[in-house]
C-alpha cells in the first residue's frame, strides 16, 4: 500500500509513519499544497497513492482544499471518486461543518486527533486496505 501522509505537526506525522511503515512506502507533504503536488505526480506516474492521509489545519493549502484538488485530478483523468485514492481526514476539528465539508467532498473517512492504533486499524479494514 502507497500512502502519503499530510501534516505540517511533526509529532502527528511521526505517528502515522510508525503505524503505516508495515503496510508499505510511506510519503509525507508537510501542507496541501505539496499534497496536490505530490498526487498529481504519482497519477502522472501511474503509480496513484492507496491512502492519503490529509490534516485541515495547515500552511499554504488547508486539507479542505487540497481534498478537493485531489479530487479534480482524479475526475479529470475519468477516476471517479470511489475507484480513486482512499483519503481520511485527519484533524482535531470535529465540529459538524468541518466534518460535513470533508464528506461533501469525498474523504473516505474522517479520525479525530491523537489518531489512535485500533481506530486506524478499523478505517483501514472498512475501506478494504487491510485484512
Known sequence: MKTLIVEDELASRLLLQELMKKYG???????????????????????????IFLDILMPEMNGQEALRQIRGLEESRGIFSSDGVKIIMTTSLSDIKNVS??????????????????????????LKLVE
Open 25 to 51: 512506502p510511506c510519503h509525507v507533504a508537510v501542507n496541501g499544497k505539496e499534497a496536490v503536488e505530490a498526487a498529481r505526480m504519482a497519477l502522472e506516474a501511474g503509480e496513484p497513492y492507496d491512502l
Open 101 to 126: 465539508k470533508a464528506y461533501l467532498h469525498l474523504c473516505n473517512a474522517y479520525l479525530t486527533k491523537p489518531v489512535r492504533k485500533e481506530k486506524l486499524l478499523d478505517e483501514l479494514k472498512s
